[in-house]
C-alpha cells in the first residue's frame, strides 16, 4: 500500500501570502495518478489538480501542483480569505485503488 | 447542473444493515467510474468502495470486504453501497464521487454526504 504523508500538518499563514504544501508518497507514484483537493467546514472535498499540476474546471491560477516521482507540491500563490480549508492530496494505486494524505490545514496568522 | 445527490444515511446499531443510495444527473452516468468515500468525525478521507462502467467491475478497501457491496443502476443514473454488519468504526459521512474523465485518476464531482452513525 502506498501512503501519503502530507506536511506541515497546519499551516498559519496572512491573506497574500504565498503557501506552499507538500504531499511525498512512500513509493514512486505516477504523476497523472496524484491529485489535490480543498475541503471547507461542512462541505465536500472539491478538486483542485490533477495529474499532479493541471487545474481542474475553474479553479483560479493562484492554485498550482508541480512534482513528480514521490515529492509532489500545491502552490496557492497569493492567498485569499476563502483558501483557508483543509487540503489532501490523493493518489490512485492499486490495493486500496485510492489512498489520501492526512490532510494540512490552512489557518490564518 | 452536474449534480450528485445521497441519501440513506442514519443511525444503526452495531451488526446492523444500512442501504445508502446516490442519484446522479446532469451527465452521462453510465460513461463514467463512480466512488464511495467517507470522513470519520474530524478525520480526514477514507476511499470505501468504487465501481467502473460495467457491472462486476467493483474494488473495496480492505476495511470493509465481505461487508460492502457496491452497484450501480445505469438505467436510473444511480449508485448504491449495501453495507452490512456495521461497527463503530464505520461511523461516517459517506460521499458519493464521480471519477474524471478517461486517463484522469481523480474525483471532479462529490455529493453533499450522508451520515451513517453505528451506535447502540
Known amino acids: 500500500e502506498i501512503v501519503l504523508t502530507q506536511s506541515p500538518g497546519t499551516l498559519s499563514l496572512s491573506p497574500g501570502e504565498r503557501a506552499t504544501l507538500s504531499c511525498r508518497a512512500s513509493?514512486?507514484?505516477?504523476?497523472?495518478?496524484l491529485a489535490w483537493y480543498q475541503q471547507t467546514p461542512g462541505q465536500a472535498p472539491r478538486l483542485l489538480i490533477y495529474?499532479?499540476?493541471s487545474r481542474a474546471t475553474g479553479i483560479p491560477d493562484r492554485f498550482s501542483g508541480s512534482g513528480s516521482g514521490t515529492d509532489f507540491t500545491l502552490t496557492i500563490s497569493r492567498l485569499e480569505p476563502e483558501d483557508f480549508a483543509v487540503y489532501y492530496c490523493?493518489?490512485?494505486?492499486?490495493?486500496?485503488?485510492?489512498?489520501f494524505g492526512q490532510g494540512t490545514k490552512l489557518e490564518i496568522k | 447542473e452536474v449534480q450528485l445527490l445521497e441519501s440513506g444515511g442514519g443511525l444503526v446499531q452495531p451488526g446492523g444493515s444500512l442501504g445508502l443510495s446516490c442519484a446522479a444527473s446532469?451527465?452521462?452516468?453510465?460513461?463514467?467510474?463512480m466512488s464511495w468515500v467517507r470522513q470519520a468525525p474530524g478525520k480526514g478521507l477514507e476511499w470505501v468502495s468504487g465501481?467502473?462502467?460495467?457491472?462486476?467491475?467493483?474494488q473495496y478497501a480492505d476495511s470493509v470486504k465481505g461487508r460492502f457491496t457496491i452497484s450501480r443502476d445505469n438505467s436510473k443514473n444511480t449508485l448504491h453501497l449495501q453495507m452490512n454488519s456495521l461497527r463503530a468504526e464505520d461511523t461516517a459521512v459517506y460521499y458519493c464521487?464521480?471519477?474524471?474523465?478517461?486517463?484522469?485518476?481523480?474525483?471532479?464531482?462529490w455529493g453533499q454526504g450522508t451520515m451513517v452513525t453505528v451506535s447502540s
Open positions: 446532469g451527465f452521462t452516468f453510465s460513461s463514467y467510474a
Open positions: 495529474g499532479a499540476s
Open positions: 464521487a464521480k471519477r474524471g474523465g478517461s486517463g484522469t485518476y481523480a474525483f471532479d464531482i
Open positions: 513509493q514512486t507514484i505516477s504523476s497523472n495518478s
Open positions: 490523493q493518489q490512485r494505486g492499486s490495493s486500496p485503488l485510492y489512498t
Open positions: 465501481t467502473g462502467t460495467s457491472a462486476g467491475d467493483t
